[in-house]
T-cell receptor
Protein backbone atom coordinates (compact mmCIF):
# COMPACT_ATOMS: atom_id res chain seq x y z
CA UNK A 1 0.00 0.00 0.00
CA UNK A 2 1.16 3.52 -0.71
CA UNK A 3 -0.87 4.90 2.13
CA UNK A 4 0.87 7.51 4.20
CA UNK A 5 1.15 7.64 7.94
CA UNK A 6 0.61 10.55 10.27
CA UNK A 7 2.45 11.01 13.52
CA UNK A 8 1.38 11.33 16.25
CA UNK A 9 -1.91 9.45 16.09
CA UNK A 10 -3.31 11.73 18.78
CA UNK A 11 -2.25 15.11 20.13
CA UNK A 12 -3.66 17.12 23.01
CA UNK A 13 -2.57 20.72 23.63
CA UNK A 14 -3.69 23.86 25.43
CA UNK A 15 -5.33 26.69 23.55
CA UNK A 16 -2.72 29.13 22.29
CA UNK A 17 -0.01 26.51 21.87
CA UNK A 18 1.30 25.36 18.52
CA UNK A 19 0.41 21.95 17.10
CA UNK A 20 2.71 20.02 14.81
CA UNK A 21 1.80 16.84 12.99
CA UNK A 22 3.86 14.87 10.54
CA UNK A 23 3.14 12.77 7.49
CA UNK A 24 5.38 10.19 5.87
CA UNK A 25 4.74 8.60 2.50
CA UNK A 26 6.32 5.93 0.36
CA UNK A 27 6.60 6.91 -3.31
CA UNK A 28 7.42 9.92 -5.43
CA UNK A 29 4.63 12.44 -5.45
CA UNK A 30 3.10 15.13 -7.60
CA UNK A 31 1.70 16.99 -4.62
CA UNK A 32 0.75 16.56 -0.99
CA UNK A 33 -2.43 17.91 0.54
CA UNK A 34 -3.67 18.36 4.08
CA UNK A 35 -7.31 17.95 5.02
CA UNK A 36 -9.28 18.49 8.18
CA UNK A 37 -12.25 16.43 9.36
CA UNK A 38 -14.59 17.29 12.17
CA UNK A 39 -16.00 14.20 13.83
CA UNK A 40 -17.81 12.02 11.28
CA UNK A 41 -18.17 14.82 8.74
CA UNK A 42 -16.74 15.45 5.30
CA UNK A 43 -13.13 16.42 4.81
CA UNK A 44 -12.20 20.01 4.14
CA UNK A 45 -9.12 20.93 2.14
CA UNK A 46 -6.57 23.04 4.01
CA UNK A 47 -3.50 23.41 1.85
CA UNK A 48 -1.71 21.85 -1.12
CA UNK A 49 2.05 21.79 -1.58
CA UNK A 50 3.61 20.70 -4.84
CA UNK A 51 6.68 18.48 -5.10
CA UNK A 52 8.89 21.39 -6.17
CA UNK A 53 7.89 23.49 -3.16
CA UNK A 54 9.48 23.27 0.29
CA UNK A 55 7.23 25.43 2.41
CA UNK A 56 3.82 27.02 2.18
CA UNK A 57 1.75 29.24 4.46
CA UNK A 58 -1.96 29.86 4.75
CA UNK A 59 -3.15 31.93 7.69
CA UNK A 60 -2.13 30.07 10.86
CA UNK A 61 -1.04 27.03 8.87
CA UNK A 62 2.49 26.27 7.78
CA UNK A 63 3.31 23.20 5.71
CA UNK A 64 6.75 21.91 4.87
CA UNK A 65 7.72 19.20 2.42
CA UNK A 66 10.96 17.23 2.32
CA UNK A 67 10.86 14.99 -0.74
CA UNK A 68 14.26 13.46 0.08
CA UNK A 69 12.83 12.13 3.36
CA UNK A 70 9.35 11.59 1.90
CA UNK A 71 7.80 13.55 4.71
CA UNK A 72 5.70 16.62 5.39
CA UNK A 73 4.69 18.52 8.48
CA UNK A 74 1.69 20.68 9.28
CA UNK A 75 2.08 23.38 11.91
CA UNK A 76 -0.96 25.13 13.36
CA UNK A 77 0.08 28.20 15.30
CA UNK A 78 -1.82 29.78 18.20
CA UNK A 79 -4.30 26.93 18.31
CA UNK A 80 -7.95 27.44 19.18
CA UNK A 81 -10.57 25.08 20.58
CA UNK A 82 -12.24 25.19 17.15
CA UNK A 83 -9.13 23.54 15.68
CA UNK A 84 -10.10 20.30 17.42
CA UNK A 85 -10.47 17.80 14.58
CA UNK A 86 -8.68 15.02 12.74
CA UNK A 87 -6.06 15.99 10.21
CA UNK A 88 -5.12 13.88 7.21
CA UNK A 89 -2.42 14.12 4.62
CA UNK A 90 -3.10 12.91 1.11
CA UNK A 91 -0.60 12.29 -1.64
CA UNK A 92 -1.01 12.17 -5.38
CA UNK A 93 1.70 10.20 -7.11
CA UNK A 94 3.35 11.44 -10.27
CA UNK A 95 2.59 8.21 -12.10
CA UNK A 96 -1.14 7.76 -11.61
CA UNK A 97 -4.49 9.31 -10.88
CA UNK A 98 -5.08 8.13 -7.34
CA UNK A 99 -5.05 9.83 -3.97
CA UNK A 100 -3.59 8.08 -0.94
CA UNK A 101 -4.63 9.23 2.49
CA UNK A 102 -2.79 8.76 5.73
CA UNK A 103 -4.36 7.37 8.87
CA UNK A 104 -4.81 10.78 10.46
CA UNK A 105 -3.85 12.72 13.57
CA UNK A 106 -6.56 13.46 16.11
CA UNK A 107 -5.97 16.92 17.58
CA UNK A 108 -7.66 18.10 20.76
CA UNK A 109 -7.25 21.73 21.79
CA UNK A 110 -8.19 22.30 25.39
CA UNK A 111 -9.74 25.71 26.14
CA UNK B 1 -23.35 27.12 -3.68
CA UNK B 2 -20.57 24.83 -4.88
CA UNK B 3 -21.04 21.46 -3.30
CA UNK B 4 -20.94 17.67 -3.44
CA UNK B 5 -24.11 15.97 -2.30
CA UNK B 6 -24.61 12.37 -1.27
CA UNK B 7 -27.76 10.40 -0.60
CA UNK B 8 -28.75 8.79 1.61
CA UNK B 9 -26.77 10.11 4.56
CA UNK B 10 -27.58 7.08 6.70
CA UNK B 11 -28.57 3.61 5.59
CA UNK B 12 -29.14 0.36 7.43
CA UNK B 13 -29.65 -2.66 5.23
CA UNK B 14 -29.32 -6.43 5.22
CA UNK B 15 -26.81 -8.71 3.59
CA UNK B 16 -27.43 -9.23 -0.11
CA UNK B 17 -29.90 -6.42 -0.71
CA UNK B 18 -28.63 -4.28 -3.59
CA UNK B 19 -28.21 -0.60 -2.86
CA UNK B 20 -27.02 2.57 -4.57
CA UNK B 21 -25.49 5.63 -2.96
CA UNK B 22 -25.79 8.68 -5.17
CA UNK B 23 -23.22 11.42 -5.54
CA UNK B 24 -23.63 14.66 -7.43
CA UNK B 25 -21.45 17.75 -7.84
CA UNK B 26 -22.32 21.13 -9.33
CA UNK B 27 -18.80 22.40 -10.02
CA UNK B 28 -18.29 20.83 -13.46
CA UNK B 29 -15.37 18.79 -12.11
CA UNK B 30 -13.92 16.08 -14.31
CA UNK B 31 -12.51 13.96 -11.49
CA UNK B 32 -14.78 12.15 -9.05
CA UNK B 33 -13.95 9.52 -6.48
CA UNK B 34 -15.38 7.29 -3.78
CA UNK B 35 -13.67 6.51 -0.46
CA UNK B 36 -14.48 4.43 2.54
CA UNK B 37 -13.31 5.40 6.00
CA UNK B 38 -12.77 2.83 8.72
CA UNK B 39 -11.31 3.35 12.21
CA UNK B 40 -7.54 3.10 12.21
CA UNK B 41 -7.35 2.75 8.44
CA UNK B 42 -7.95 6.30 7.29
CA UNK B 43 -9.60 6.84 3.91
CA UNK B 44 -9.15 4.30 1.17
CA UNK B 45 -10.07 4.96 -2.42
CA UNK B 46 -12.64 2.57 -3.90
CA UNK B 47 -13.08 3.85 -7.46
CA UNK B 48 -12.33 7.04 -9.31
CA UNK B 49 -13.33 8.58 -12.61
CA UNK B 50 -11.28 10.95 -14.71
CA UNK B 51 -14.27 11.93 -16.85
CA UNK B 52 -17.54 10.69 -18.34
CA UNK B 53 -17.45 6.98 -19.20
CA UNK B 54 -13.94 6.62 -17.70
CA UNK B 55 -13.68 4.76 -14.39
CA UNK B 56 -10.78 3.02 -12.65
CA UNK B 57 -10.29 0.88 -9.59
CA UNK B 58 -8.76 2.30 -6.46
CA UNK B 59 -7.24 0.31 -3.63
CA UNK B 60 -10.39 -1.47 -2.40
CA UNK B 61 -12.81 -2.00 -5.34
CA UNK B 62 -14.02 -5.52 -4.49
CA UNK B 63 -17.77 -5.65 -3.94
CA UNK B 64 -18.44 -2.23 -5.49
CA UNK B 65 -19.45 -0.89 -8.88
CA UNK B 66 -19.62 2.63 -10.23
CA UNK B 67 -20.80 4.37 -13.35
CA UNK B 68 -20.19 7.79 -14.86
CA UNK B 69 -22.82 8.46 -17.48
CA UNK B 70 -23.00 12.19 -16.75
CA UNK B 71 -20.28 14.54 -15.60
CA UNK B 72 -22.08 15.59 -12.44
CA UNK B 73 -23.11 12.16 -11.13
CA UNK B 74 -21.04 9.25 -9.85
CA UNK B 75 -23.20 6.62 -8.09
CA UNK B 76 -21.70 3.84 -5.97
CA UNK B 77 -23.44 0.49 -6.30
CA UNK B 78 -23.24 -2.43 -3.90
CA UNK B 79 -24.77 -5.37 -5.76
CA UNK B 80 -24.72 -7.75 -2.77
CA UNK B 81 -23.67 -5.92 0.38
CA UNK B 82 -21.91 -7.80 3.14
CA UNK B 83 -21.23 -6.83 6.78
CA UNK B 84 -17.58 -6.01 6.00
CA UNK B 85 -18.85 -3.14 3.84
CA UNK B 86 -20.23 -1.42 6.91
CA UNK B 87 -18.38 1.86 6.81
CA UNK B 88 -18.50 5.61 6.31
CA UNK B 89 -18.43 6.48 2.61
CA UNK B 90 -17.35 9.74 1.04
CA UNK B 91 -17.68 11.03 -2.48
CA UNK B 92 -15.27 13.71 -3.67
CA UNK B 93 -14.61 15.71 -6.81
CA UNK B 94 -11.86 17.90 -8.16
CA UNK B 95 -10.96 19.96 -11.19
CA UNK B 96 -7.97 18.68 -13.12
CA UNK B 97 -7.63 15.26 -11.50
CA UNK B 98 -5.03 14.79 -8.78
CA UNK B 99 -3.37 18.17 -9.39
CA UNK B 100 -5.86 20.09 -7.30
CA UNK B 101 -7.84 19.98 -4.09
CA UNK B 102 -10.75 17.64 -3.66
CA UNK B 103 -14.18 18.72 -2.47
CA UNK B 104 -15.88 16.17 -0.26
CA UNK B 105 -19.49 15.28 0.28
CA UNK B 106 -20.96 15.01 3.80
CA UNK B 107 -20.64 11.22 3.95
CA UNK B 108 -22.96 8.22 3.99
CA UNK B 109 -22.92 5.97 7.02
CA UNK B 110 -23.79 2.46 5.89
CA UNK B 111 -24.56 -0.46 8.17
CA UNK B 112 -25.00 -3.92 6.67
CA UNK B 113 -26.58 -6.44 9.03
Amino acid sequence: SQQGEEDPQALSIQEGENATMNCSYKTSINNLQWYRQNSGRGLVHLILIRSNEREKHSGRLRVTLDTSKKSSSLLITASRAADTASYFCATATNTGNQFYFGTGTSLTVIP
Amino acid sequence: EAQVTQNPRYLITVTGKKLTVTCSQNMNHEYMSWYRQDPGLGLRQIYYSMNVEVTDKGDVPEGYKVSRKEKRNFPLILESPSPNQTSLYFCASSWGGVDNEQFFGPGTRLTVL
